[in-house]
């Protein structure tokens, strides 16, 4: 643990390097947080309709795991934003994602295009269900499928 500590020490100038650092704090449903921009950057919408978005997606270095291909944290991110893409509404209340379901059906490497498709099941009150697809746009081999469960604050009628 000693050995750790030590190697994890920072010098007076990384210290001080550091002690300048200054991270504005997320303004919620204002603007992008690092973490959306990172994982959906490069998403181009190619069709909106009630209930149902397509996309298409480039694979990125970015979003690759040790093994070369898109990691399942990046899916799970592309699952979670675009099936929440469903229900954005500009300055409405912010969506809170209830539960996630996501199966790994196969692998996509950087720079393979992938076909999205975000689409709305359905809606109880508040509570809505949606399912996006990754497919492998060259080999039409699905790479994921999510169920994406959202609770969205209902609007005040004041």
Do not use: C, W
Not at 3 to 18: A, N, P
């Amino acid at each position: 643990m000693e050995k750790t500590r030590e190697l994890l020490k920072l010098t007076v100038d990384e210290s001080r390097f550091v002690s300048q650092f200054m991270v504005p704090p997320h303004r919620a449903n204002l603007e992008s947080s690092f973490y959306e921009e990172f994982g959906i950057r490069g998403v181009r919408v190619d069709r909106v309709d009630p209930g149902l978005i397509t996309m298409t997606f480039k694979v990125p270095a970015r979003l690759i795991d040790r093994n070369g291909y898109l990691s399942s944290g990046a899916i799970a991110t592309l699952v979670d934003e675009l099936g929440f893409a469903l229900m954005f509404v500009e300055g409405g209340a912010m969506d809170v994602s209830v539960d996630m379901s996501i199966s790994y059906l196969s692998n996509a490497k950087v720079e393979d295009e992938l076909e999205i498709t975000s689409k709305l099941l359905g809606q109880k009150g508040s509570y809505y269900g949606t399912l996006v697809i990754l497919k492998n746009k060259a080999t039409g081999e699905i790479v994921a499928e999510g169920r994406h469960s959202l609770f969205k604050k209902p609007t005040s009628k004041l």
